[in-house]
């Protein structure tokens, strides 16, 4: 019923901001026995992050998604739904889902039944809320106490401009912005932060730096150079918005070469999207249309992934035993593999150190010591969609950035010139 | 708290069906015909996991099941007091249940409340599997949120029912395979509960007993037969661990759990040393272990929570002048009960409105009440007469694969009375195929009632069949039953001109002479067997005379024989099967034909 808001630039402690209200507020009023605080965000990475602060409080608490969240509401309130005349979406249809979960909420029965639960409702990251899944957080405020923190400014999806989230928040409370950043003091990145959030130019000094670096082995040597001279054990990032061409290039120079400075190879670790796990698992899978269970189970050998080959296993013993079958079809072989990856980033926890390629968009909310932004020609978006990409990027930088840009008519044009 | 509804699907003889419950509901139907399944059913959905017996094939109807087959069961529990979820968060929030609504008049479970009589509710769901690989039953107990199918086995599990929120059903089951010796006694799990809900715990006592075992006044060791052998052992001792223990005989193990353990219930009649409860007979036992489960009853109410007593035949070692009485301390003391009964004096007592009649038709279970509405001063005369004093007949009658509602009060007497004498003079021996005692249960009608009471009776059983008289009304009877849907599964005629009286003059001149010279120590003795009849017909409910009438039937051999005769060939013609004493005349219809 209460609502306490939070918004201020990257790296100025929002999440910081909402688990120290979250505790005041306990303190006053405690969770009864079999309550939970619920936290929701909109993407995976986002909810380990969230997942790791709130399990330091020692806190009762359920951190997922809200597309998990809406799921649950959709599957068990399958009577209401019908009710409503709402036909039942697939689980992957997560728009659909998060439109008939919305709906739900509305009705007083379900949100109070949500309530009953968890009385309060953390959301971090809320910027990147659509209309859909805004609707379902809307719902749960008009009955339960939600705390909130967002950054307009971090949202990457031009679909939402004007922003959903923000513009309902400033209308239905009182927002506390958050001005002090905590997560680097070091004034370079500071001010090149500041400056693409003003729509200005970022200006290039140590250790915020941008260069021209126009081939991806040119781009390679310059990433190894840096990590091994400013790593230093710290944790690095290399981001890029488009893992091309460009980005893939260079990273795979950099593991594979040793540069003229003596620097590397060093081992890096493409952090693969769910999308892409998916992709390339099921470009492995070699399998006829209707298949017996013995041929599934030995494609599903070959996939290479030990926790998905042994969950696909355990689905395919369940269709033997449980239900008797004989046969199963491919599509059926997939859509379990898409669930099964999806489940399985959903369970995984944090990260494992050492180095990191990954999109800027798996980046989000994450932090780290040194961070290599890799920025290729070839990338859509307007200019606004730009800063925000490069803004994101260095803001995920403690202690040092290196920009490394494709061609020299990128640096005249935004985000790098006005 | 009560479980207002249980359906059942693929359990043991049950392939189908609905149970619906009162408060208190007394569950009476042949042997085999599910009452046993119905209260297994309620252990699987709401008992402690201890109840729950592990399940093997021949749990599932057919005991052959096959990967894809499920047994399936689910509870509907309402009372939930104010019937509003969010005063009852531990049963109905995110991680808990669904709330529901039921409409109790139909059964029908609504997602939406849009009837203030209906009541919020909570769905239990059961299903197990056999997994013929590991050779074992697989189970899941789950929140029932909708009734699109789910199978627990295959998808995602649905959310499982805490323990501890069955803990505040409180389910109990009283099997009829039960053995209560030892129940009053602190080895006894129930005991130990029921002492612990009551907050009875005997510490002072036990502690001081304790204390004077330890230090009895005349010690075991110091006994003078006993001491010098003891002094020996001693010494011995002390040979090996020189300033070592002495020797000391104590009756328990001297701390308060040995105590506790060592408690033996006994019981003293009047005056006499008290006798221990296993030398007792089992019907005090059956009391004791009774009485102790509703002091748990009781101290549960006590503390708000509830007590779902299900108890198999309470009839049991319980003398026929307790039993009734024994139901209803146990319904007064328990927030429901689900009793299974054989003994119609238990059934009757209840009331018919929560009196539920199973019968299994081909793995379809119906159970349904006695009476669908209470009887009030304003139901007609003959019903209010057939269902409170006729109750315990009609009830015993319903337990017969065949049910005959005759015309009259007096075909009911009659061939009552010739039955129960032929009956008490036969030997073991049974040679024809149909045993009409057996098969054929014989309403007590009233008032001619005969097609009114086929057509209160025929939703409660599916073998009911109607005799009537060779006059006039009787043809109008035959012609208005067979119009009724579902018709009699046969009609039975008696002759044209006949009536019940006739049939007895038939069976009386079997041995004329005979059966005369039986009557003739009446005070007035009948002249003939048309003497009879015409006193039959014009004293109608003269027990003795029905008594005596078929008793010399009994004891004349003749008349005894023609007696059998006649009731095989009902029992034939209410099988539908060919019998020379009945004719066809249509469809369903029999006319005796002597």
């Known amino acids: 019923m209460t609502i306490r808001a939070f918004q201020g630039a990257a790296g100025c402690g929002k999440t910081h901001r909402l688990m120290q209200t979250l505790m005041d507020g306990l303190e006053q009023r405690p969770l009864q026995p079999g309550q939970r605080i619920l936290a929701l965000t909109y993407m995976h990475g986002s909810r380990r992050r969230l997942d790791g602060r709130l399990r330091e409080l020692r806190l009762a608490f359920e951190c997922s998604t809200i597309d998990s969240l809406a799921w649950r509401i959709v599957s068990r309130w399958r009577g209401l739904a019908e009710h409503l005349d709402k036909a039942l979406p697939a689980e992957t249809d997560y728009e659909a889902v998060c439109a008939v979960a919305g709906a739900l909420l509305e009705q007083p029965v379900v949100v109070d039944w949500v309530g009953g639960t968890h009385p309060i409702v953390v959301i971090d990251e809320a910027q990147d809320l659509c209309a859909v899944r805004l609707r379902i957080v809307q719902a749960l405020a008009a009955r339960l106490d939600l705390l909130v923190a967002a950054d307009e400014f971090q949202c990457l999806d031009e679909t939402l401009r004007p922003n959903p989230y923000c513009s309902w928040i400033m209308a239905a409370a009182e927002v506390e912005t958050l001005e002090i950043p905590h997560r680097t003091n070091v004034p370079a990145l500071l001010t090149a932060a500041a400056a693409l959030r003003a729509g200005a130019v970022p200006q290039s000094q140590r250790p915020f730096e941008i260069r021209l670096a126009p081939s991806p082995a040119f781009a390679g040597a310059s990433l ?35 540069t003229s400075r003596n620097q590397g190879p060093h081992r890096i670790r493409w952090e693969q999207a769910e999308r892409e796990v998916v992709a390339e698992l099921l470009g492995r899978l070699t399998l006829a249309d209707r298949c017996n269970l013995a041929e599934a189970d030995e494609a599903i050998g070959k996939l290479g992934i030990r926790s998905v080959i042994a969950a696909m296993r355990e689905w395919l013993s369940i269709q033997q035993r449980a239900l008797g079958r004989q046969e199963v079809d491919r599509s059926e072989v997939e859509d379990v593999l898409r669930r099964v990856v999806s489940h399985g980033r959903r369970f995984a926890r944090g990260d494992v150190g050492g180095l990191l ?37 260095v803001t995920r930088a403690k202690r040092w950035c290196l920009v490394l840009v494709e061609g020299e008519r990128l640096l005249n044009r935004p985000p790098f010139a006005v | 708290m009560r479980i207002s509804d249980l359906s059942i699907e693929n359990f043991r003889g049950i392939r189908r069906g609905t149970v619906r419950f009162k408060t208190h509901t007394i569950i009476t139907g042949p042997n085999n015909a599910g009452k046993t399944t119905i209260i297994e059913a309620l252990a699987l959905l709401v008992g402690r996991d201890r109840l729950v017996r592990e399940l093997t094939e021949h749990d599932f109807t057919g005991a052959d099941p096959k990967p894809a087959d499920r047994l399936r069961l689910i509870a509907t529990i309402t009372d939930f007091d104010g019937d509003d979820p969010n005063a009852h968060l531990d049963w109905f929030r995110d991680g808990r249940a669904v709330p529901k609504w039921l409409d109790a008049a139909t059964g029908a479970v609504h997602p939406v409340r849009q009837n203030p009589a209906w009541l919020l509710c909570c769905q239990i769901g059961f299903q197990a599997h056999f997994d013929r690989s590991a050779l074992c039953v697989e189970t899941a107990r789950y929140f029932h949120d909708h009734n699109h199918p789910i199978d627990p086995f295959v998808e995602d599990l649905p959310v499982g029912v805490p323990a501890k929120l069955l803990q505040k ?12 010796d030892g129940v009053l006694s602190f080895g006894s799990e129930l005991f130990r509960r029921t002492v612990r809900a009551a907050d009875g715990q005997p510490a002072a006592a036990i502690l001081s007993e304790r204390d004077r075992l330890r230090h009895p006044d005349r010690p075991i060791e110091g006994d003078p037969h006993l001491a010098p052998l003891v002094t020996r052992i001693n010494a011995e001792l002390a040979r090996f661990l020189p300033r070592g223990p002495t020797l000391k005989l104590r009756v328990t193990g001297t701390d308060s759990r040995a105590v506790l353990d060592a408690v033996v219930a006994h019981f003293s009649p009047a005056g006499a040393p008290p006798i221990p409860a296993a030398r007792q007979g089992s019907g005090l036992l059956s009391l004791q272990g009774l009485l102790l489960l509703l002091q748990l009853g009781r101290a549960r109410a006590d503390n708000g929570e509830g007590f779902l007593m299900a108890l198999e035949e309470p009839e049991l070692h319980v003398p026929p002048a307790s039993q009734r009485q024994l139901v209803h301390r146990i319904q007064a003391l328990s927030t429901q009960t689900i009793t299974t009964t054989h003994a119609p004096a238990v059934a009757a007592a209840s009331d018919p409105t929560a009196l539920l009649l199973v019968r299994n038709d081909n793995g379809i279970l119906s159970a349904e009440p006695l009476l669908t509405e209470a009887l009030t001063a304003a139901t007609p005369a003959w019903k209010r007469k057939l269902m409170q004093s006729g109750r315990p007949d009609v009830i015993a009658a319903l337990m017969h694969d065949m049910v005959l509602i005759p015309e009259g009060r007096s075909d009911h007497e009659l061939l009552r009375a010739i039955l129960c004498a032929v009956m008490l003079r036969q030997g073991w021996t049974e040679d024809s195929r149909h045993s009409f005692a057996l098969e054929v249960g014989l309403i007590p009608t009233v008032d001619a009632q005969v097609v009114r009471t086929y057509s209160l009776l025929s939703r409660l059983h599916g073998s009911l069949c109607c005799l009537v008289d060779g006059d006039a009304a009787g043809r109008g009877y035959v012609r208005e039953l067979r119009t009724m849907d579902p018709p009699p599964a046969a009609i039975l005629r008696w002759a044209d001109g006949w009536t019940i009286e006739h049939v007895v003059g038939w069976l009386l001149e079997a041995d004329e002479a005979g059966t005369l010279a039986e009557l003739s120590y009446l005070s007035d003795p009948p002249t003939s067997v048309a003497d009879v009849v015409a006193r039959l017909a014009g004293n109608k409910n003269d027990i003795v005379l029905y008594e005596a009438v078929g008793e010399a039937i009994a004891d004349t051999p003749a008349g005894a024989l023609r007696a059998v005769e006649l009731f095989a060939g009902m029992a034939a013609a209410c099988a539908g099967e060919p019998t020379p004493l009945f004719g066809t005349e249509a469809p369903g219809v029999r006319v005796f034909q002597p």
């Open chain 1, 224 to 258: 190894s150079n840096q990590i091994g001279w400013y790593r230093r054990g710290g944790s690095v990032a290399i981001l890029t918005p488009s893992a091309g061409r460009y980005a893939k290039g260079a990273v795979e120079w950099a593991t594979l070469n040793q």
């Open chain 1, 357 to 393: 390629a990954m999109t800027v968009h798996g980046a989000k909310n994450r932090e780290f010591d040194g961070v290599v932004v890799l920025w290729p020609h070839d990338m859509g978006g307007d200019d606004e969609a730009k800063r925000r990409l490069l803004y994101n990027a």
């Open chain 2, 169 to 180: 059903v409180g389910f109990f089951l009283v099997r009829a395979s039960r053995t209560w």
